[in-house]
């Protein structure tokens, strides 16, 4: 294996690696938004740019959600939100905050993402 081969390779791993990390690892120890609206619904902004900050949202369960997605960039993976368990699936305009409303009824933690799954958050119901 000559220099060229050794340091595509070498590039390569790297690469792999920071893809891993990215999709994988970063903002996870990120300390969640918690919803702290005493009355009406329980109002988080969240900012989608190349992923979602925050990434982790805590909210009570049986009072009513307004997750307001503020999209900031125009690739298309961030395009859609949707949150499974929750049967929903919205687009988000580029330049536009959407508001994204339901209420969750029991506790636990539940994914959202972007429509391809691979750009995720997590609201944790309370």
């Known amino acids: 294996m000559d220099a ?3 340091l595509v390779t070498l590039a390569g791993v790297a690469a792999i690696a920071w893809v ?7 903002g ?4 969640a938004a918690i919803a702290t ?3 009406g619904p329980q109002e988080v902004p969240i900012v989608v740019d190349g992923g979602y900050a925050p ?16 999209r900031r960039d125009n690739g298309s ?3 859609e939100v949707v949150l499974p368990e929750f049967g929903i699936r919205r687009f988000l305009p580029t330049g536009k905050v959407t508001a994204v409303e339901f209420t969750p009824r029991r506790k636990g933690t539940f994914a959202f993402t972007c429509g ?11």
């Open 28 to 31: 996870r120890g990120a300390p």
């Open 4 to 6: 060229t081969q050794l």
């Open 55 to 70: 990434a982790s949202v805590a909210v009570q369960s049986g009072r009513p959600v307004r997750l307001l997605f503020d």
């Open 116 to 126: 391809m799954g691979m750009i995720r958050g997590k609201l944790i119901v309370r």
């Open 77 to 79: 993976c961030t395009e």
């Open 20 to 26: 891993n990390w990215y999709f994988f690892v970063a």
């Open 37 to 39: 609206a005493p009355t």
